[in-house]
């Protein structure tokens, strides 16, 4: 790796202690029996809408716990553990899902969906969601997951546009890398999948209408034998609509342009849904797309977006500021659901995706990219996985392990910058998970379930119930559960204010929101 040598050469890799990391979580409120709560969002958590740590997802029970950005890979562990024991001292007897695949549900129909009060902003957020339930139905919705969001120092970029002789402005040289990032993430996203899938096995509540190819264990559950993560497979987001989509990552513009084109594009049987049906709006749009968050994938450019302002906007006027990395299952061995060596361990993989060469995605090598996603997935620990020989006749197993060998070198700078050795060592106990399988966290699920002789619902309910004792244990101290009270409270104030201050009508809101397509 000639680019990994010049880095090293020039210094570069000591600002990589600099890096900016944050975490969003969520997770599912159930029930002491292990059914999804069907109370509202409890009010001294906040408002969903406007509190900037907690707030929900798809589901009025699917908590979303979100981390401001730190240096320190300690610091967004240690902010959401805060979060996470406020929760619990404001849940009264419910717990917090610690699996990825959800709860047992029942009807789709107890799926409540998020509200947001009354604000145009929070009726939008409602009716987007509307728009998911009629697209892809409720319980798809429930699958919970943890986003990384990441990002290289401004010393970093600046001393690399230096390094690699760009001639472009800094800020499009920052967005040029950060899609050659994202390009080799695609292709090699299997990797994660494999090293930290956790979701093999699922209650059949969730299955209820799918077809499906997966065993049976036991009455209530169903898994996958040599599978690493149901959330990512096609069980998981995954509709006919999108899946003829190819949006391009081979630039700003191509990415921006493609996404634009599909949330303009009519789809027929959303059409036929309509927007208004007794004066009560079931969807956005009936294009492909009703706006950019609607469109899957395990990665995402992502810009800060000012009130109102679209996210391909934002993109196309200030550029790439940061990444999210969408493909992190929920570890149900972990209360956080994610520890700091593998917050280090993505630290790596996604620099080594940067500093590799990273050559244009066209449509063939992106669906080949999905299909060895997908056997990764279903089959990740077969030891006889083979990748799709559309773009690679390897074996799963030589092809991981030419990976980390060569991430082991990205993991020294990183050592360099943090005077430790903790990259090297997690990159070589990541290594132990392709020789051992039944290393990885997706076996210990499977041994959980099958050695026990109990149904997935089973195992998940003692992970929730161990996590529940392991935060009301461990209050949180009086300043600091005081001082989330208090920001509890001014969220609540502010959602009021937002529906005070509306000065328009809900379809003259949208129809400005749409108008910025142009990104003017």
């Known amino acids: 790796m000639q680019r990994l040598e010049s880095i090293q050469a020039a210094q570069l890799h000591n600002s990589l202690n600099q890096m900016q990391r944050g975490l969003e979580k969520e997770s599912l409120r159930v029930t002491p029996t292990g059914e999804l709560a069907q109370t509202i969002h409890p009010t001294a958590l906040?408002?969903?809408?406007?509190?900037?740590?907690?707030?929900?997802?798809?589901?009025?029970?699917?908590?979303?716990?979100?981390?401001?950005?730190?240096?320190?890979?300690?610091?967004?562990?240690?902010?959401?553990?805060?979060?996470?024991?406020?929760?619990?001292?404001?849940?009264?007897?419910?717990?917090?899902?610690?699996?990825?695949?959800?709860?047992?549900?029942?009807?789709?129909?107890?799926?409540?969906?998020?509200?947001?009060?009354?604000?145009?902003?929070?009726?939008?957020?409602?009716?987007?969601?509307?728009?998911?339930?009629?697209?892809?139905?409720?319980?798809?919705?429930?699958?919970?997951?943890?986003?990384?969001?990441?990002?290289?120092?401004?010393?970093?970029?600046?001393?690399?546009?230096?390094?690699?002789?760009?001639?472009?402005?800094?800020?499009?040289?920052?967005s040029e890398q950060y899609f050659a990032l994202i390009r080799n993430f695609l292709r090699n996203v299997g990797l994660v999948v494999y090293l930290y899938g956790a979701s093999p096995a699922v209650c059949n509540s969730f299955l209820r209408g799918r077809d499906h190819q997966l065993k049976t264990f036991r009455q209530h559950t169903s898994y996958m034998p040599y599978g690493t993560s149901l959330r990512m497979s096609d069980l998981g987001y995954h509709n006919d609509a999108q899946s003829g989509l190819t949006i391009s990552y081979d630039s700003l513009e191509q990415y921006v342009s493609t996404l634009q084109h599909a949330i303009r594009t009519p789809y027929a049987p959303y059409e036929k849904i309509g927007i208004l049906k007794n004066g009560e709006y079931q969807q956005l749009t009936t294009n492909i797309l009703q706006i950019e968050n609607e469109f899957y994938s395990s990665i995402r450019p992502k810009r800060v977006t000012q009130s109102g302002e679209r996210p391909t906007c934002a993109l196309s006027s200030r550029g790439v500021e940061y990444i999210e990395l969408r493909c992190v299952d929920l570890d149900p061995f972990n209360p956080l659901g994610i520890n700091q060596s593998q917050i280090m361990f993505l630290d790596v993989f996604a620099a080594y995706c940067l500093l590799n060469d990273s050559p244009s995605l066209d449509a063939e090598e992106q669906q080949c990219n999905i299909e060895n996603l997908q056997s990764i997935v279903s089959q990740g620990r077969d030891p006889d996985l083979q990748l799709s020989s559309n773009c690679t006749r390897a074996p799963f197993r030589q092809w991981a392990q030419e990976h980390l060998d060569n991430m082991l070198q990205v993991a020294q700078l990183f050592d360099q910058a943090h005077q430790h050795n903790q990259h090297s060592q997690i990159v070589k106990e990541q290594m132990q998970k392709l020789q051992d399988p039944s290393r990885t966290p997706s076996a210990r699920v499977m041994r959980a379930i099958i050695n026990q002789d109990r149904s997935f619902y089973d195992f998940a309910m003692e992970c929730a119930s161990n996590t529940a004792r392991h935060f009301n244990e461990q209050p949180l101290c009086a300043t600091r559960a005081a001082s989330l009270k208090e920001e509890a409270q001014r969220s609540l104030l502010a959602q009021r204010q937002l529906e005070a201050n509306d000065s328009v009508s809900f379809e003259q809101y949208l129809n400005q929101f749409f108008s910025q397509e142009a990104c003017d």
């Open 46 to 174: 906040g408002s969903a809408l406007t509190h900037q740590s907690i707030t929900t997802d798809y589901s009025e029970a699917l908590v979303e716990f979100i981390t401001p950005v730190f240096q320190d890979s300690r610091q967004p562990l240690d902010f959401l553990h805060q979060l996470h024991q406020f929760a619990y001292q404001n849940i009264n007897d419910e717990m917090l899902w610690v699996n990825s695949m959800p709860c047992r549900l029942g009807d789709e129909l107890n799926i409540p969906i998020a509200h947001y009060g009354n604000s145009n902003v929070g009726r939008m957020k409602h009716v987007y969601r509307h728009g998911l339930w009629h697209r892809y139905g409720r319980a798809m919705q429930t699958i919970s997951g943890i986003h990384y969001n990441l990002s290289f120092p401004d010393t970093f970029w600046k001393h690399y546009h230096q390094l690699q002789n760009s001639p472009l402005p800094l800020q499009d040289f920052i």
